[in-house]
């Protein structure tokens, strides 16, 4: 059974930064690539970052130079680092594995963003 359970969230002042730890289960995670995703209230889910098995990353160009993703592969844990924080961050965020066909998601951690 994939299981997938992120924390980390909290409410900052604009300029803060939060770590966000996804942690896995169920899965061989050294081979999978991991995703995060956000929601913002109102809005569709936005692919965040992501990280390949060999370490590659990609970026959405909103966070690019902001956020780092990064795993320990030991712990089945991605992690998600977030420097220079904008109100506009402001959403739920979720972390995603792919596993033979199916999507697996955690409940999402908050994170807020406001002075």
């Known amino acids: 059974q994939v299981q997938l359970v992120e924390s980390g969230g909290g409410t900052v002042e604009p300029g803060g930064s939060l770590r966000l730890s996804c942690t896995t289960s169920?899965?061989?995670?050294?081979?999978?690539?991991m995703n995060w995703y956000r929601q913002a209230t109102g809005q569709q889910r936005e692919l965040v970052a992501h990280i390949t098995s060999n370490g590659s990353t990609d970026y959405a160009d909103s966070v690019k130079g902001r956020f780092t993703i990064s795993r320990n592969n030991a712990r089945s844990t991605v992690f998600l680092i977030m420097n220079s924080l904008k109100p506009e961050d402001t959403a739920t965020y979720f972390c995603n594995v792919r596993d033979r066909g199916s999507l697996f998601w955690g409940r999402g951690t908050h994170v807020s963003v406001s002075s």
């Open positions: 169920g899965i061989n995670f050294k081979l999978y690539t």
